[in-house]
T-cell receptor
Framework: QKEVEQNSGPLSVPEGAIASLNCTYS??????FFWYRQYSGKSPELIMF????GDKEDGRFTAQLNKASQYVSLLIRDSQPSDSATYLC???????????FGRGTSLIVHP | DAEITQSPRHKITETGRQVTLACHQT?????MFWYRQDLGHGLRLIHY???????NKGEVSDGYSVSRSNTEDLPLTLESAASSQTSVYFC?????????????FGAGTRLSVL
């Protein structure tokens, strides 16, 4: 069974710190990964996607993919209280159009 | 701007009633999906469609059905609502052509079955 695993948290960090969110996956055929942010009571919103090994940066967000070790991570620099949300990792199953979602990690950024 | 809309946003119904949740997207996406989200389970796939007249079962399809008569709409029907179907339902769509597998979600429908 293809799985995406995340620590449910909560991960608590002080404002201004780096928040590090991690995700492991079992399907070696997965080619692309996505990070969604979900505020309480709202729908998931895409914040990053990554297709190749290495780092991808977008503003305060950096996604890291390591296919050999089968993990993907999201770093949030200069964390703000507005970053407090649940972060969902998703990776498609092989050539399918259907992402496999992790259960999400709750992030709390305290002032 | 293109968008994906769900209606109603909130619904209360009684056990045994048929309920239909609407999903409409103006992205012109081929792929559409229905998920339910419950505490402790994350997003679970109910049904999905890769195009008009195509429908497929997901991991939790029992008690649900969908139909795809055009590109824009994928209504989800609960044939006989059960209390176990109380949940938040999300519709999503994605394109086959560009940035495959990036899903765009509707705002969700909160369904309570009493």
């Amino acid at each position: 069974q293809k799985e995406v695993e995340q620590n449910s948290g909560p991960l608590s960090v002080p404002e201004g710190a780096i928040a590090s969110l991690n995700c492991t996956y079992s399907d070696r055929g997965s080619q692309s990964f996505f990070w969604y942010r979900q505020y309480s009571g709202k729908s998931p919103e895409l914040i990053m996607f990554i297709y190749s090994n290495g780092d991808k940066e977008d503003g305060r967000f950096t996604a890291q993919l390591n296919k050999a070790s089968q993990y993907v991570s999201l770093l949030i620099r200069d964390s703000q209280p507005s970053d407090s949300a649940t972060y969902l990792c998703a990776g498609p199953s092989g050539g399918s159009y259907i992402p496999t979602f992790g259960r999400g990690t709750s992030l709390i950024v305290h002032p | 701007d293109a968008e994906i809309t769900q209606s109603p946003r909130h619904k209360i119904t009684e056990t045994g009633r048929q309920v239909t949740l609407a999903c409409h997207q103006t992205w012109n996406h081929n792929n559409m999906f229905w998920y339910r989200q419950d505490l402790g389970h994350g997003l679970r796939l109910i049904h999905y469609s890769y195009g008009v007249q195509d429908t497929n079962k997901g991991e939790v399809s029992d008690g649900y059905s969908v139909s795809r008569s055009n590109t824009e709409d994928l209504p989800l029907t609960l044939e006989s609502a059960a209390s176990s179907q109380t949940s938040v339902y999300f519709c999503a769509s994605s394109s086959r052509a560009v940035a495959k597998n990036i899903q765009y979600f509707g705002a969700g429908t909160r369904l309570s079955v009493l």
